[in-house]
């Protein structure tokens, strides 16, 4: 176990190396720079900021200076946001998006995998296929029209919830309940495919057999075995969660790491869209080595190569 | 072929959700052709002086006129074009750069496989809203640039698929009995493999469809899309988020046109996946 940890971590290493690269060539190939909007500097001044920043000196002096100072865990300094440094930033930016991200991920498996569920047990009825049609709705709805609909009924028709920004509970209901849309959906159609092929299993027809009722069947035999997959998912379900707080937190100006890269991307503040694009990898690689760590652990039988 | 490629129709038909999903599809595809000839009000003109600014849905504007007087229901008779050609052309473009890549990849095995499929990986550790943003941007962000960016994040699971299929046919003994015929390789892929690990992958091409549509659509919401004077169903949403306390009309409809888009696509790939592989059905 610990030399597949060991395994995974040196593999991670060249994997982030490469996205640190890939970016650093993109977002300096891109056209215009951080200093060219809406006002109209001076040259000189220009000039003078580019020399600060390093950003006159030859592409490839740039990047080993950069690799340098991302080795001693310097993330740079934000171009937009001056006198702040990219890890102030990401210390305020990175604990509202993995709040929102946690609240998100709990709601959609409190919905999720009930329904999913309740769908399989009861296949081809009229629960399954409204379950089922709630499901692909689900995935079927972009994140932003939920956000929408959400604060038009909630925020703007009954007033009973704040729409916007991130302070109390109450103002992460909203944003929570938009972002657990998608896995939610997700989770279900998941849960009920699993359920519906442990039902098959010969120990559920034992369990039942020697006179379990059918709930404590499904709770305590069925259940248990048909989340063993819905464990593994965790990987593509970080994804969408990142994904889908790009939307969340700019409908919901919430002050976290989806919107920065946002306005990021749109200021091309070079050092804070490597940050949060390395974060985001760094993420993913390590929920992705969780869920095979989980599979090994499940499943002994199960080959996982590093 | 043919025979099998009639069962799968038939067999689509008798699952109604599917059936139904296709007559939708067919219907948008159908309003936006016909956009081409004849539409309700032209897009683009505007009437600021006649009270017909931003007024909510009349018999006379089905889904109402946003804020430069245009009918709604026009404009998105129009995004349709956009949306639906970017939906259609990623799953294509993804298509074919996913099976040549991921048949190359299975059919030549050992160390080249494993080469491409960590490039696969490598490509797989970033999310790809976060990909399609940084590519969309560094192309630019008209048609052309959401296009690539969308097409180069969709081909990597269809390359992993049909990589799977092929590392599973290359033992079969069909395909060894060709090649022990000394068939040229190019050929048993394409008369052998390739029709052979087919049904996944369309199963997954009609699956990227919807996905490409909802990420055009979300990367245009956020502003890092499409952008006006372009007209799809994002851009429109986009347009009528500004408003949203006012007058909700405005991205109602052209949210619903997505959504009954989308939910179309995914009904007709759950019905295709059923269909071609029964064994699946759960």
Redesign the interface.
């Known amino acids: 176990m610990l030399s597949f940890i060991v395994k995974r971590i040196l593999y991670a290493i060249p994997v982030l190396w490469i996205v640190a690269s890939l970016t650093f060539l993109l977002v300096r190939v891109v056209p215009g720079g951080p200093f060219d909007s809406d006002r109209n500097l001076p040259k000189e001044i220009i000039a003078n900021l580019e020399a600060k920043y390093n950003l006159n000196k030859p592409l490839h002096e740039q990047y080993f200076l950069y690799l340098g100072r991302l080795a001693k865990g310097d993330l740079g300094v934000s171009y937009k946001y001056a006198n702040r440094t990219v890890n102030d930033i990401i210390g305020d930016a990175f604990p509202v998006s993995l709040q929102l991200g946690c609240l998100g991920l709990m709601i959609a498996i409190c919905i999720g995998v009930p329904l999913g569920a309740l769908a399989g047990v009861n296949r081809g009825t009229l629960i399954d296929y409204l379950a089922m049609f709630m499901s692909t709705a689900g995935i079927s709805l972009p994140s932003f029209v939920i956000g929408a609909g959400l604060i038009f009924f909630a925020g703007i028709s009954l007033k009973i919830l704040p729409v916007a920004l991130w302070e109390t509970p109450a103002h992460m209901i909203l944003p929570a309940v938009t972002l657990a849309f998608g896995p939610a959906a997700y989770l279900a159609r998941l849960t009920r495919g699993s359920v519906l092929e442990i039902l098959e299993k010969d120990w559920v027809r034992t369990a039942r057999s020697k006179g379990l009722s059918k709930f404590s069947t499904v709770v305590k035999h069925v259940l248990r075995n048909a989340l063993v997959p819905v464990v593994t998912v965790l990987g593509p379900i970080t994804a969408t969660l990142i994904t889908g707080s790009f939307v969340v937190e700019y409908i919901y100006a919430i002050p976290g790491m989806g919107r920065f890269f946002i306005t990021a991307v749109s200021n091309r503040d070079y050092d804070l869209i490597m940050a949060t694009t390395l974060i985001f990898s760094i993420l993913l690689l390590i929920t992705n080595t969780i869920v095979d760590i989980t599979y090994k652990f499940l499943d002994p039988r199960m080959e996982v190569d590093g | 072929m043919k025979t099998v490629k009639r069962d799968v129709f038939t067999r689509v038909k008798k699952i109604p959700t599917a059936h139904f999903s296709m007559w939708v599809i067919g219907a948008i595809c159908f309003i936006a052709l016909l956009s081409y000839f004849n539409v309700p009000f032209t897009p683009y003109s505007f009437d600021e002086t006649s009270e017909l600014v931003l007024a909510g849905p009349s018999v006379q504007h089905l889904m109402g006129t946003d804020e430069l007087g245009r009918d709604v229901l026009t404009r998105v008779i129009y995004g349709s074009r956009l949306s639906i050609s970017i939906g259609i052309v990623t799953a294509i473009v993804g298509f074919v750069i996913g099976t040549v890549y991921g048949a190359v990849a299975g059919y030549l095995g050992g160390k080249a496989d494993s080469i491409l499929m960590r490039i696969v990986?490598?490509a797989y550790?970033?999310?790809?809203?976060?990909v399609m943003?940084?590519?969309g941007?560094?192309i630019?962000r008209g048609t052309m640039g959401i296009l690539l960016a969308l097409a180069l994040t969709s081909w990597r699971g269809t390359a992993r698929l049909v990589r799977a299929q092929f590392i599973q046919l290359k033992n079969e003994e069909f395909v060894e009995a060709a090649r022990a015929q000394g068939q040229n390789h190019v050929l048993i892929v394409l008369k052998h493999m390739l029709p052979n690990s087919l049904g996944p992958v369309i199963v997954a091409m009609t699956f990227t469809v919807?996905a490409a549509i909802?990420s055009e659509?979300?990367l245009s919401?956020?502003?890092?899309g499409l952008s006006p004077p372009a007209c799809s169903w994002g851009t429109l949403?986009s347009d009528g988020?500004r408003a949203?306390?006012t007058h909700?009309h405005l991205?109602f409809f052209p949210?619903m046109f997505?959504?009954m888009t989308?939910?179309s696509f995914?009904?007709l790939g759950?019905g295709l996946r059923d269909a071609i592989d029964p064994r699946t059905r759960?």
């Open positions: 990986d490598v550790s970033l999310p790809d809203l976060l943003i940084l590519i941007v560094l630019g919807p909802l659509s979300t919401f956020i502003g890092l949403a988020w949203l306390r909700p991205i949210s997505i959504f989308v939910l995914n009904y759950d759960i």
